[in-house]
């Protein structure tokens, strides 16, 4: 059934074939993740280089990509202003900060009021990705936060996170394209690796920010969806009591999730702030190489954390 759905939907006159992207990743998208890999959660890289073999994901991504150049990008934009250096300045040079800071590209940035609740999504293709932050978030955050979310996305390019997230939208979102039940194996393996890639992302942001306070406030405040609520709770004692919430059988319901609950995200970015990787890269030069914990000690700390089903 799925597979009729697929054949259903009009093909572009260009190849836009999962081989295709395959392909594509190999190239420029290859270089994009040497970098990234660099501080890129090993368990995001595991489980990414699996689902390309995984049959039900490349089918739901082969309709994406082709859904998506033919129709879904203009309707997605229609209402959206994109981020030039005469529009949304500020937002600009933000983005260009976290180019340099992630030594990629400056993305391809628009600001809609139509991407649902507060926060940013990236979206397109291997060649042809672009981020998209919701209107409201630029009054919401001050800058040092809104150049974390921006890094957080700019992460998602970095590390070849966009087709896949792509898809996952859709799978959830186009029920007037996919028959729920059909699609089912897709995206529990695709929520599976996502809860894996935020954590890449969370590292990517804070590489940006080069504040720990700053990116954890962040995240914080984008859970609660305001900034007056935030200056009103203590962070700690707040993490502690959704952590105590998400115990017992409650853990369950984190399967089902595209992200980890937010006390663990908290904590695997703490842990990645102490890894000498990190703290090299607020080392001045001359200053000699930092003490810290390795990655692969703190990949595997954040495995032990990510563990839902023990």
């Known amino acids: 059934m799925f597979i009729l759905i697929i054949l259903s939907v009009p093909k572009p006159q260009i190849d836009l074939s999962f081989a295709r992207y395959v392909a594509a990743r190999k190239g420029e998208a290859a270089t994009r993740s040497r970098e990234g890999a660099a501080y890129a959660y090993s368990g995001d890289i595991k489980v990414r280089s699996a689902l390309d073999k995984v049959r039900p994901v490349t089918l739901a991504v082969e309709a994406t990509v082709r859904v998506w150049q033919t129709m879904e990008k203009s309707r997605m934009l229609g209402t959206a ?12 040079k933000l983005a260009e900060r976290c180019a340099e800071a992630l030594r990629i590209p400056p993305p391809t940035l628009y600001v809609s009021p139509n991407i649902g609740a507060l926060g940013a999504h990236t979206f397109g293709t291997a060649d042809d990705p672009f981020i998209v932050i919701n209107a409201a978030l630029v009054d919401h955050l001050p800058e040092p936060e809104l150049l974390d979310v921006i890094g957080h996305e700019c992460g998602r ?17 186009a029920a007037n394209m996919f028959l729920r039940w059909s699609v089912k194996p897709a ?3 695709l929520n599976g690796w996502a809860r894996r890639a935020e ?8 590489l940006c920010t ?3 306070e700053v990116s954890v406030a962040c995240l914080v405040k984008l859970a609660l969806g305001s900034r007056k609520l ?8 707040y993490l502690a009591q959704m952590e105590e919430a998400n115990k017992g059988m409650g853990r369950l319901d984190e399967l089902w999730r595209p992200h980890p609950y937010l006390p663990k995200r908290v904590a695997a970015l703490r842990l ?6 990190y703290k090299g890269v607020l080392t001045k030069p001359g200053q000699g190489a ?10 595997a700390k954040v495995a032990d954390l990510l563990t839902v089903l023990r």
Request: hydrophobic share 40%.
């Open 81 to 92: 202003v994109k981020v030039t250096s005469k529009q949304f300045p500020r937002l600009n």
């Open 157 to 173: 390019i970095q590390n070849n996170h966009v087709v896949y997230m792509t898809t996952l939208h859709f799978l959830k979102h």
């Open 187 to 189: 995206v529990i393996a």
């Open 199 to 206: 954590i890449t992302c969370d590292r990517a942001a804070l």
């Open 210 to 212: 080069r504040d720990l």
């Open 230 to 237: 935030y200056s009103d709770i203590n962070v700690d004692e």
């Open 272 to 277: 990645f702030a102490e890894t000498a990787y």
């Open 290 to 299: 930092p003490a810290g914990m390795s990655k692969d000690e703190c990949d």
